[in-house]
């Protein structure tokens, strides 16, 4: 079960997100400011923190600088209620990977988890072997049949996150999010294009197969 940290001073809203994140299969570890949130990190595994931006004793942002100075790498999803896009830069600046306004819509918060779960697992494993087929994420190549070439990077992601997850139904606006970030204005008809470019690349691809799930999504299909 993976684990989430929830640093938010405020009990009720602290207590609502352990409640959302708990009912959506996560083991939850709340904390009442950044100070308890660093401590608790170095007792406990931790994959991915949830942080507010205004907390006493240790914000938000000293947290996260904290913990990337020293070397902790799991993702961060920043809470707050500033609004101001100068606060938007300092989080990215300061190490998160997502950032969230309040009033939290659940849902939302949830989806942002999940994807930046996925692409933590993503980064750490860097490669990809389906069979014959080698997809290296430091390159962006795909090896396959002796043959390698090196994918665009919206390509290569797309590739990359449909294969990590085999058989996983995946939605357009899911991949939209994961791929070109939640903010992006792209339209989801995006994603149609570079499927098929991918379809075209590997058609002859004996390892796997990109299958569409009309009215879904797309999935990823391992050939035995």
């Keep these: 079960m993976l684990t989430i940290l ?20 996560y083991k939850v570890i709340p904390a009442a400011d950044g100070a308890e949130a660093l401590a608790l990190l170095d007792e406990k595994h931790v994959d991915l923190l949830v942080a507010d931006v205004m ?9 996260t ?17 500033k609004e ?18 309040k009033p939290v819509d659940e849902e ?11 692409r933590a697992k993503i980064a750490s494993e860097r490669e990809i072997r389906i069979g014959g087929t080698v997809l290296s994420y430091d390159a962006f190549t795909v090896t396959a049949g002796g043959q ?23 939605t357009r606006r899911a991949l939209m999010d994961e791929i070109w970030d939640m903010t ?4 989801e008809r995006t994603v149609d294009v570079h499927i098929n470019r991918l379809r075209d690349r590997f058609r002859d ?18 050939h035995p």
Excluded: H, W
């Excluded at 929830?6 to 299969?25: F, I, K, Q």
């Excluded at 600088?65 to 209620?81: F, K």
């Excluded at 992006?184 to 339209?187: A, I, V």
């Design 6 to 25: 929830v640093a938010e001073d405020d009990p009720n809203t602290n207590r609502l997100m352990c409640a959302v994140l708990s009912r959506a299969g």
């Design 55 to 63: 907390m006493p004793r240790m914000d938000g942002y000293e947290l």
């Design 65 to 81: 600088e904290s913990l990337r100075a020293a070397g902790y790498t799991l993702p961060i999803l920043m809470v707050t209620a």
């Design 84 to 101: 101001a896009v100068e606060d938007r830069r300092r989080g990215f600046r300061c190490g998160t990977d997502d950032y969230m306004v």
């Design 108 to 118: 939302e918060m949830l989806l942002r988890v999940a994807a930046l779960l996925r």
């Design 148 to 170: 390698s070439q090196t994918l665009p990077q919206k390509e290569f992601l797309l590739l990359f996150t449909l294969l990590s997850y085999p058989g996983k139904i995946f």
């Design 184 to 187: 992006s204005e792209t339209d």
């Design 205 to 222: 691809n004996p390892d796997f197969e990109i299958v569409t799930i009309r009215g879904l999504g797309y999935k990823a299909v391992i």
